[in-house]
């Protein structure tokens, strides 16, 4: 086995893996690979004889050693795709998720008869939400978050798919930043909130409750405790015929409906996703 001969460091990197009980093994290793040698997918296959100089090798293998102990990939080479876009990530916010495409796709399916331009998105981490709005027709966004940091990122974000003049961003609370200038003022309400009930939490896999943020996880003793502040306090902000978009957990759809009807939405309804899975509720201002 040649030391830094690719084909030989694949094999060498899915075993390590493998045995580390990293579910896709396979593709990590495929990825770290292209992120160290810059190759394409295909260049993997087509040049598996190729030999990794000492900073490449260096490079990879530091990549699979942090992967062994879970460190979640997309934090390891720094980017995700979200809706074909691409994201920068880091610790600092949650791992964008397919999930939540869901919760993109329904606001632009519902924008098609209902004007929706200017949004505003509870809680933005990587800012994958409103920038892929945005990028899809949106015209305006607010985007908000508690930490300054997940807002760097999402500024970077922005700035990496041409839509920073278009989006802007406060650091804030959920609303307790934003001043009656904002009252009144969006089509849409949007929030992938946390909504982990806390005792769930330390059952989850170690990539996402050793490493992603827990401030973008923790929902309270029972997962609706963003859901509970957004919905009353939102209200305000909402033009008449103003909307609220939220990600829900797969067992909150009755729950997080109710919440609306209570505070006076009307057309609340359920989305599931591909999972056959509750997946986004939404409602419209009465």
Known sequence: MSRNKLEDMLVKARKMLKNEGVGEYQLDAQLFMMKATGFTKVQLFTKNDYCLNNNEAEDFWDMVNKRAKRIPTQYIIGNCQFMGLDFLVSEAVLIPRQDTEILVETILEY???????????????????????????????VAVDISN??????KKNAALNKVLNRIQFVNSNLFEALGEEYYGKFDAIVSNPPYIAKDIIKGLMPEVKDFEPM??????????????KIVPEGKKYLSSNGWMFFEIGYDQGVAVSRLLEAEGFQKVEVIKDLAGLDRVVLGKMG
């Open 149 to 154: 940091d997940a807002i760097e990122v999402a």
């Open 215 to 228: 401030i973008a996880l923790d929902g309270g003793d029972d997962g609706l405790d963003f859901y509970k």
């Open 111 to 141: 924008r098609k008869n209902n004007e929706i331009n200017n949004i505003i998105d509870i809680g933005t981490g990587s800012g994958c939400i409103p920038i892929s709005l945005l990028s899809y027709g949106i015209n305006n966004a």
